[in-house]
């Protein structure tokens, strides 16, 4: 098991997120991950690398227990799990190069072979022509796959992603699925996506999860729980895929 | 919270703020003391060096070749070898300098360099500049030379002057500065001004003076107390409060001379302070409604309005002048209203006239009557002696008249012819005698008579000389007064000796007349008697009518006779010589000498007429102001430092007569440093301030640019000391929890803390001052401060989030996250410029 969450819990003052959730992913499986807004999932994902810190519940990543770190190694470990934001959360001063091989340099790589690592890693996003373009000279796309090339530059074990396509322009989303779709393909990275893209969901996941109330209501492969859902939440997304 | 604690970026915001309060504190400092050696320098080229000058001039710059002359020919006159250097011209004034040679460094000089250049053209004035120097300032001009006297005697004084109402204290060198200045303060800690604080407005300056007066008089002999001045009317402004001090003293005079006039209102009508009546005078056409003043008409104006009446000044014309008292108001124009009442002339002014010339006609006619006595008679002594010698006589008489009684034959009835002419011859004797006796004793009568009316007359004189009106009116005007006062006690002493000797004589008299008019009697019957004798015939058969009239003089002439054996003629006679050597021997009153005294102070009387009063009156109030106490409601008296302040407290308040009256304490100067020493430190505080406004501006620099990206942060972590979940049951308790924890969250408390840390020791290392505030103020002023960059911390110096979690994903510590993320983000300032060294993707 690449990732296994037992019993998770989070409140928020006397707001209940999350209310025991308990989920595995295999190694280089892809998990999506679909509910309704407010539901737990970003909460869910962030206490995975403690982004969040959860009330109780265990997070294993990599046979690792992540709620049992101290900070030292808390953040050695987040090295391993790459996150790619909603907001894409690029550093605004630095080009996007820098951007991708800043956390190599500030982990001690010497500033060559991260700035190769880097670029290697934009190109992948199809972003090797704009090396030295700041976040404000990018598009939305553009910018969310330079989010996606500072994950993967680290070379990460799993990729959380929480709804990365959200905040873009409709006709910017297909260029950053269309990367998503490539790095799933590639199949050696477990990757947990919170999306709403039921498409790619449908076509790229291993295994889809329904969240409902910070609870998970139904899991499965994507053509079970679509075509014969047994959740509510399940039916819901059923009804949206006929339409 | 473990992060911040753990992480090494407390570290850096250690160093972020040691060197942010250093390098304020020097750069503050330095900018300070630039500007410091700045003015300096420029204080030097305004004033030259120390003791360079002696003497600064100023005056308007288009004027300013004329006041150079005239500096220059006063120089040449006065002080040759003097030099004269001009010096910079600022806002339209320009300067001079002048340095004296050492032979005019004198008090003599300095206190007469007023007078030397007096006047000077383009409004020129001059300040002393010799050093070293000191000033004391406010001392009252009437002490002035009680301090100057003390501080000319300290070893390192040369002389004191008169600088303006300042003491100018020239020292001998400027090693014994610090030595002079001690001494004089010595001196001036030996002294105090008790200020006793009045009501305001309850006392005029008329009323102040005396009451101070009382006041320092009361004082003086309290035991322990052998020195009270008072000094109300000297304030610090020396001679304005002199001249003050005898207008008022003059006004005092010239009232208590004036006519006394009261205005009786006619039914109906009422006067206000200001109104101007007018009264028929020397004017030719009597006062008619309607019509125009003339100018020998007599003018009152009301002085006064109140319970006891109202008063008025005569202010054209004179009380002599007046012919009738009816008063017409006047109108505008010179225009006369109708008449509004009546007045009451007294003028005390003829009153005095009047008492002087009487005293004078009473004196000389007293004399007279003195020196004519003494003369013609020599006194009442002659009566006595005379009537001692008809008591001889008498006795021979009725000898005579014995034996003439014995020698009457029986049956003829005739008498011994020679013992009839012997006894008719004693009789006309005595006669003669008698009658001269007679003529004495009227002199004594009259006398006593002048002396009598003398003292009538000397009681009036008396009234009005002796009068408290007058001596009230003339205390304090030195001459007039004392001779006055002289007068009054010359004029008692010679009333109280002319009393007991009208007393003495008058004694005598009474003593004497029944005796006196005996022996008249006696002398009568006897030359009728002898008339007969000589004319009928000596036939004194008894029961005859000579025999009859014979036996009737025998028997009147016991009469006398034993009338005369009861008189005691020595005690009369010792009597009556105390009298008439007190009179005219040994006596201290020399009247002639009193006349004369009494003419001259008559004819020292001013001789004014009212209305001339009445106008400088009017003219003093003006510049006095009305009669108010110009130097304000209080009394001024100098006296030891050392007395016993609960006595003369005490004693004050009775004679002021207001246990309540305040009473404080003021030094009797204040020593003050020479322009030099003045501006050097007025530099130091201006120094003190700059660096003061620069450490702030950089505070609120390091605040803006720095420190609050650090409360940001701190407030975007709510970060805070206190536990985070308490379980409360109530809701109101949990907001009243929650608020609590906003307001002591660290970054409040950080803000507090450093903005006070901050403030107090870039303050206390800069050198920086703020009047009237110390550092634990800074410091709270600081903190305050801080709290209010901190509630506007998110506006001013915003934190991006997002990318923090980016950085927080990406596994870096908070320390990096800071250096390498937010602080590049933030603004640019000194966090900025230290974090350079550390960042590592420039
Ligand atoms: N920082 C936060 N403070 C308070 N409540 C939060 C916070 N983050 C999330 N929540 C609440 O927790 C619940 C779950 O949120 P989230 O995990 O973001 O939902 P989703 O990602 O499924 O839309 C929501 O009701 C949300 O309002
Ligand atoms: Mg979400």
């Known amino acids: ?243 | 919270m473990k992060i911040l604690r753990k992480d090494t970026f407390v570290k850096d915001i250690t160093i972020l703020l040691l060197v942010g309060i250093v390098v304020s504190a020097v750069f503050a400092a330095g900018f300070a003391m630039a500007t410091d050696k700045y003015f300096a320098k420029a204080v030097t080229g305004v004033i030259g060096d120390y003791g360079e000058y002696d003497l600064l001039f100023q005056g308007r710059e288009e004027l300013k070749t004329a006041l150079a002359r005239r500096i220059k020919e006063v120089i040449a006159e006065r002080f040759p070898g003097a030099t004269l250097k001009p010096g910079i011209t600022v806002a339209g004034k320009s300067t001079f300098f002048v340095t004296l040679p050492s032979k005019y460094h004198t008090k003599e000089v300095f206190d007469n360099l007023d007078y030397y250049f007096k006047s000077l053209p383009g409004s020129g004035s001059f300040s002393i500049m010799t050093e070293p120097k000191l000033h004391i300032t406010s001392i009252p001009s009437a002490i002035f030379d009680v301090i100057a006297s003390e501080v000319e005697k300290l070893p390192g004084v040369d002389f004191t002057f008169h600088d303006g109402s300042n003491m100018g204290v020239i020292m001998k060198s400027s090693k014994v500065a610090t030595e002079v200045e001690d001494g004089i303060k010595q001196i001036l800690n030996k002294y105090q001004i008790l200020e006793v604080r009045l009501e305001k407005g309850s006392y005029s300056s008329e009323d102040l003076l005396t009451l101070s007066k009382n006041v320092s008089q009361s004082l003086i002999g309290i035991k322990g107390i052998d020195y009270a001045k008072d000094i109300t009317m000297s304030g610090s402004s020396g001679d304005y409060q002199y001249l003050m001090n005898t207008l008022s003293e003059v006004k005092k005079f010239l009232l208590s001379y004036a006519a006394e006039v009261k205005v009786v209102p006619a039914e109906g009508q009422t006067l206000e302070v200001g109104d101007l009546l007018v009264l028929n005078g020397k004017n030719e056409k009597p006062l008619k409604a309607g019509g125009v003043m003339e100018p020998l008409n007599v003018v009152v104006k009301v002085t006064s309005v109140d319970s006891s009446g109202v008063q008025g000044l005569i202010i054209q014309g004179d009380a002599e002048y007046l012919t009738d008292m009816s008063a017409y108001k006047l109108l505008t124009n010179d225009k006369i209203g109708s008449v509004v009442g009546t007045v009451e002339v007294s003028s005390r002014k003829a009153q005095l006239v009047y008492a002087m010339d009487q005293g004078v006609k009473l004196l000389t006619k007293l004399d007279q009557a003195v020196e004519d006595y003494n003369n013609s008679t020599g006194g009442a002594g002659l009566t006595v002696s005379g009537i001692e010698k008809a008591y001889k006589q008498l006795v021979q008489v009725k000898q005579a008249l014995g034996g003439m009684k014995s020698g009457i034959n029986g049956l003829t009835g005739k008498v011994d012819n020679s013992s009839l002419s012997k006894m008719v011859n004693l009789i006309s004797g005595v006669g003669d005698d008698l009658d001269y006796l007679a003529k004495n004793f009227g002199r004594v009568q009259i006398l006593e008579n002048r002396f009598e009316q003398a003292l009538n007359g000397l009681d009036t004189a008396q009234l009005v000389i002796g009068s408290p009106m007058l001596q009230n009116a003339f205390s304090g005007t030195g001459g007039v007064f004392d001779k006055l006062v002289s007068l009054n006690d010359q004029l008692t002493s010679v009333e109280e000796s002319l009393r007991s000797r009208v007393q003495k004589l008058d004694d005598f008299i009474n003593q004497f007349n029944p005796l006196v008019s005996v022996l008249v009697s006696w002398r009568n019957k006897a030359n009728a008697f002898a008339e007969q004798v000589n004319d009928f015939g000596a036939v004194f058969t008894p029961g005859s009518e000579n025999y009859e009239q014979m036996m009737d003089l025998i028997d009147s002439t016991d009469e006398v006779l034993s009338g005369i054996t009861g008189f005691d003629m020595d005690e009369v006679k010792s009597g009556l010589s105390v009298v008439t050597d007190r009179i005219f021997g040994s006596d201290k009153v020399d009247l002639s000498a009193l006349i004369t005294e009494l003419e001259k102070v008559k004819n020292s009387l001013p001789n004014l007429l009212d209305e001339e009063i009445g106008n400088s009156v009017e003219l003093i109030d003006k510049y006095v102001g009305g009669g108010d106490a110009s130097t304000g409601d209080r009394i001024q008296i100098f006296t030891k430092a050392n007395v016993d302040r609960t006595v003369v407290d005490a004693a004050i308040k009775d004679a002021v007569g207001d246990s309540e009256v305040g009473i404080s304490t003021l030094p009797a100067g204040t020593i003050q440093l020479d322009v030099r020493g003045e501006l050097y430190k007025i530099l130091g505080e201006v120094r003190s301030v700059i660096a003061a406004l620069v450490v702030t501006i950089l505070w609120i620099l390091t605040f803006i640019l720095d420190h609050s990206l650090i409360i940001s942060m701190l407030k975007q972590m709510r970060f805070s000391f206190l536990p985070k979940h308490v379980d409360f049951r109530s809701g109101l308790m949990k907001k009243g929890y929650q608020l609590i924890q906003k307001i002591f969250s660290a970054a409040n408390l950080y803000a507090f803390v450093i903005g006070g840390v901050w403030l107090v020791m870039t303050f206390w290392l800069a050198g920086a001052e703020v009047p009237y505030l110390q550092l634990w103020h800074l410091g709270i002023i600081g903190g305050v401060l801080g709290i209010f960059i901190s509630i506007l911390a998110e506006k001013i110096n915003p934190i991006n989030q997002d990318e923090i979690m980016a950085g927080l994903s990406l596994g870096l510590p908070f320390k990096t996250i800071m250096r390498e993320i937010v602080i590049p983000a933030g603004r640019p300032g000194m966090l900025q410029i230290l974090n350079r060294w550390k960042m590592q993707l420039r």
């Open chain 1, 1 to 243: 098991m690449m990732l296994q969450i037992h019993g998770l819990y989070k409140n928020y003052g006397h707001k209940r997120a999350l209310n025991g959730v308990d989920l595995e992913v295999a190694r280089g499986e892809t998990v999506v991950i679909m509910g309704p807004s407010g539901c737990g999932k970003s909460t869910t994902i962030r206490c995975i690398n403690r982004l969040t810190e959860p009330d109780a519940g265990e997070v294993i990543v990599g046979g690792q227990l992540i709620t049992g770190l101290d900070l030292p190694h808390l953040l050695e470990a987040r090295r391993k799990i790459g996150f790619v934001f909603q907001h894409f959360n690029l550093i605004q001063r630095l080009s996007a190069l820098d951007n991708v091989a800043m956390a190599l340099r500030l982990h001690g790589m010497d500033v060559e072979e991260a700035n190769g690592r880097a670029e290697i890693a934009l190109g992948k996003v199809g972003l090797g022509h704009k090396l030295r373009e700041k976040p404000n000279e990018l598009s939305g796309g553009e910018q969310q796959r330079v989010g996606i090339a500072r994950a993967l530059a680290l070379e990460p074990e799993i990729m959380l992603w929480d709804e990365p396509t959200a905040s873009l322009d409709p006709i910017l989303v297909g260029e950053v699925i269309e990367v998503m779709e490539e790095l799933v393909s590639e199949g050696r990275t477990t990757m947990v996506i919170v999306t709403h893209e039921l498409s790619f969901a449908r076509r790229a996941a291993d295994r889809i999860v329904f969240m409902d109330k910070g609870q998970i209501v139904e899991s499965g492969p994507p053509e079970i729980v679509f075509e014969q859902p047994v959740s509510e939440i399940g039916r819901k997304y059923q009804s949206l895929l006929r339409h």
